[in-house]
C-alpha cells in the first residue's frame, strides 16, 4: 500500500509562497510514491479557540473534519510562513483545534509530520518550524528531523514548481524522504 500523506499550509495568501512549496513537496512526494492530499486551510474556516465556544457549541465541524483527515494519513507535510519568528495564527488555531477533537479520532497520535517554510528572507522562515516542531511534539505527533527552509522565495521556484537551486530542492527532497522512511507502519494504512 502506498504511503498517504498530506499536504497543507499555513497561509491562504493569494500567491503564497508556502503554497507553492507545499506544492512542491506534493510533487517529490508523489514521486516518491506516496498517494498525496493537498489541502487548504482556507477550506476548512474556523473561529479562534475559545473554550466557553466549545463548552457551549462543541468543536467546529470543520475542526473534527480537520483531524479525521489527519488520522486517515500516515504523513503530514506542513509549509509555513515565519509570523515574527514563529507560528503564523491561521496554523496554530487550527492545530489547537484538531487537538480538542474527540479523543477516538487519532488524529496526532502515530502522524509522521514534516516541515518546510518559505519567506523572501535569507533563512527561509526556519526560525518558526522551532515554534511548530515543539507545538506539534506537544499534542504527539513525531516529527522527522529533516526541515526545508526556501530563502528568496519570491524567484525561488522554477516553471516545474520545484526549488530551481540545487541545494534547495535537495533539502526538499531530503525531507520528504525522511518523512516517507519515518511513517509509523500500520497507521492509516491497512
Ligand atoms: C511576516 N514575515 C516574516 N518573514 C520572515 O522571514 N520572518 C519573520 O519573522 C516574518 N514576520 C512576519 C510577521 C507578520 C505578521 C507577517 C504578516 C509577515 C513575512 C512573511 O514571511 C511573508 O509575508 C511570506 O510571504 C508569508 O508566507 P506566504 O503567505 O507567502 O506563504
Known amino acids: ?8 499550509a499555513g497561509s491562504v495568501r493569494s500567491g503564497s509562497f508556502n503554497v507553492s512549496l507545499a506544492q512542491a513537496a506534493n510533487k517529490v512526494l ?42 486517515a494519513h500516515d504523513g503530514l507535510f506542513i509549509a509555513s510562513p515565519e509570523y515574527n519568528s514563529s507560528i503564523p495564527p491561521l496554523l496554530k488555531n ?16 502515530g502522524l509522521t509530520v514534516a516541515l518546510g517554510a518559505a519567506s523572501n528572507g535569507a533563512l527561509g522562515g526556519i526560525r518558526g518550524l522551532y515554534h511548530l516542531r515543539s507545538v506539534l511534539m506537544n499534542v504527539g505527533a513525531q ?9 528568496r522565495a519570491a524567484t525561488a521556484f522554477g516553471e516545474d514548481g520545484l526549488p530551481a537551486d540545487e ?13 516517507l522512511e519515518n511513517l509509523t507502519e500500520g497507521r492509516a494504512r491497512s
Open 143 to 151: 516529527i522527522v528531523t529533516e526541515q526545508a527552509g526556501i530563502s
Open 94 to 109: 487550527a492545530i489547537d483545534w484538531v487537538s480538542l477533537a474527540p479523543k477516538d479520532i487519532k488524529a496526532y497520535a
Open 30 to 71: 508523489a514521486e516518491m510514491g506516496a498517494e498525496t492530499t493537498m489541502i487548504s486551510l482556507g477550506d476548512y474556516p474556523l473561529p479562534l479557540v475559545d473554550e466557553d465556544l466549545k463548552s457551549e457549541k462543541g468543536v467546529p465541524e470543520n475542526a473534527v473534519r480537520l483531524a479525521r483527515l489527519f488520522a
Open 167 to 179: 541545494r534547495q530542492l535537495k533539502m526538499l527532497q531530503n525531507t520528504c524522504r525522511s518523512l
Open 1 to 8: 500500500m502506498p504511503a498517504k500523506v498530506l499536504l497543507l
